[in-house]
Every structure is written in C-alpha cells, then in structure tokens.
C-alpha cells in the first residue's frame, strides 16, 4: 500500500521523518502523542532527530506512513472515548 505522502525511510535504525509524517495526517504534536500514546517529550525528540532506538517504535512509524488514515481513525475512536467518559 502506498502513502498518500512521502516520506523516507532510513534502514538500521536510522530515523523515519516523524514531523513529515505528523503534519501530512494534520496533527499537531500533542494529538499524534495522544494517538500514539506516547509523551509529547517523546514525539519532540523524535522530531528533533533523537532516534527511536526500541525496533517496535520504528515499526510503527512504518506503518502510520503506509496507512495514515489508520491513525486519523484510531484518534477520532480516542477522541470519541474521551467524550463518553465526560
């Protein structure tokens, strides 16, 4: 399946463009933490070019830039959840 943006991919451990990938789903960095469920300091490290070391990170980035629109998804469900908790 192939992204509706580009974005590149490095192997070995090599950072994914995580910014590239959060501002084509719209999301500011607050939301994809959110969505990910990861710490915004997080999220701001991968930004800055601090590696995601752990492989499973990596994997996940790879897949959000295959199927963007999952994310978008899981977000609004989130969102949603939230909402019915209130």
């Known amino acids: 399946m192939k992204s509706s943006f580009s ?27 959110t969505a990910l469920q990861l710490s915004l300091a997080m999220v ?6 601090r590696d995601p070391t752990d492989q499973a990170a990596r994997m996940l980035l790879r897949v ?3 199927d963007p629109k999952a994310i978008k998804r899981d977000l609004e469900v989130f969102k949603s959840e939230l909402r019915q908790n209130e």
């Open 7 to 33: 974005v590149i991919f490095y192997d070995r451990g090599k950072r994914a463009e995580t910014k590239v990938i959060r501002k084509a789903l719209r999301l500011t960095p607050h939301e994809f933490a």
């Open 64 to 66: 959000i830039a295959c």
């Open 44 to 49: 701001r490290d991968w930004e800055q070019g």
